[in-house]
């Protein structure tokens, strides 16, 4: 058998544990429906995984990762959207209840964007997808003091683009609604991996502060 062999045992130690310790709530999970509260649009980093950072069980958190957890704006032009089509879900069918855009510290797409080069000027798609970012970086490179170095700068715009994507929410008529209305609440967050703090948005401070 090819398939990955650190799979295959972490699945069997799922199996013996996890699986055998929680086994009526996986058996009601698959014979219902998921009903999660809480979306999270998270980063595809291996290190930020939103499940093991929240502690969270089977059905708890509905998650979209992609490259640096970026929400795209608004455009139903009938191209291929997967991130807009997960919050779509999220809020309409499943109807949950708090949007959360998390980043995390030492983000590479965010590191590419500020360096530059490769690998937004290689490849197909990271290229585009990232270039929403420019602008943000560009924003926080004009009131960025260098004196602090380039990890106060990195650390500025990953938390911007975390801003950025929160107001690129808003921009999805059907959120924007419920939202207005009190039916759901959309959050920023950012996580240091060395440390294992979580930083949360203040908006109507605009600061950011640990919990």
């Known amino acids: 058998m090819t398939f990955p062999k650190r799979l295959l045992d972490g699945y069997a130690k799922f199996r013996s544990g996890r699986y055998a310790e929680e086994s009526e709530r996986y058996a009601r ?12 649009i998270a980063c595809c980093d291996s290190r930020a995984a939103p499940e093991t950072i929240f502690d969270a069980g089977p ?11 970026l929400v795209p ?4 032009d009938g ?13 309409i069918a499943l109807g949950v209840k708090h949007v959360v855009v998390m980043g995390h510290g030492r983000c590479g797409g965010i590191r590419a ?17 990232m270039s929403d970012v420019k602008d943000v970086a560009e924003a ?22 975390v801003e950025h994507s929160l107001a690129n929410l808003r921009t999805f ?7 207005n209305k009190g039916e759901v609440t959309v959050h920023g ?23």
């Open 29 to 40: 999970l698959g014979t219902g429906v998921q009903k999660p509260t809480v979306m999270i």
């Open 79 to 91: 191209k291929h959207h997967a991130t807009s089509a997960a919050i779509e879900f999220a809020v």
């Open 140 to 161: 926080v490179r004009h009131d960025h003091d260098h004196a602090h170095g380039d990890d106060t700068l990195l650390l500025a715009v990953e938390r911007a683009s």
């Open 113 to 129: 964007v500020v360096e530059g080069g490769d690998p937004l000027s290689a490849g197909d798609f990271i290229g585009k997808w």
């Open 173 to 179: 008529p059907w959120l924007r609604m419920r939202e």
């Open 73 to 76: 704006p608004y455009a139903p």
């Open 189 to 211: 967050a950012w996580f240091d991996i060395s440390l294992g703090e979580l930083h949360v948005f203040e908006e109507t401070g605009r600061s950011w502060a640990v919990v």
């Open 59 to 69: 059905g708890e958190i509905f998650v979209m990762r992609n490259v640096a957890n």
